[in-house]
């Protein structure tokens, strides 16, 4: 299976230092690697991995002085796997919902995990009664 794997760029994969998302990325991409999977990782240039690096930024952005917001480089990621789409059979995206209004044509091949605290989406929402 041809698959794609799409991680935040805030820290490379597997991590250096703190990391839970990048290094959950990594641990299934190797994973799957092993198990013989065409992988490709779409992650941060500094990751090691032994899946094809499709590089959406040169070093993690968290180790990058210059960078201010990392929501741009995630988007011109996301435009990176999208122009590739139709080389994978599955898309697995690790990227919060960046993707969501970009792929309905592809969402019968994608998947998404989210990673964050998602008991802070009830607090956002106004109470009933």
Same mark, same amino acid.
């Given at each position: ?40 990782? %779409? ?19 968290? %180790? ?28 697995? %995206? ?13 969402? @019968? ?6 990673? @964050? ?13």
């Amino acid at each position: 299976m041809r698959i794609a794997q799409i991680a935040p760029l805030t820290e490379r994969c597997p991590p250096r230092l703190y990391g839970g998302t990048e290094r959950i990325v990594s641990y299934l991409t190797e994973e799957l690697v092993r198990q013989g999977h065409d992988v490709t990782l %779409f992650a941060s240039g500094d990751s090691q991995t032994s899946a094809r690096l499709e590089s959406g930024a040169h070093q993690a952005l968290r %180790f990058d002085p210059r960078i201010k917001d990392g929501a741009p480089h995630h988007i011109l990621m996301l435009d990176q796997v999208l122009r590739q789409a139709d080389q994978f059979d599955v898309m697995h %995206f690790h990227v919060d919902i960046f993707h969501f209004p970009l792929i309905r044509h592809l969402a @019968g091949r994608s998947v998404t995990t989210l990673h @964050g605290r998602l008991d802070r989406c009830r607090q956002n929402r106004p109470s009933a009664g």
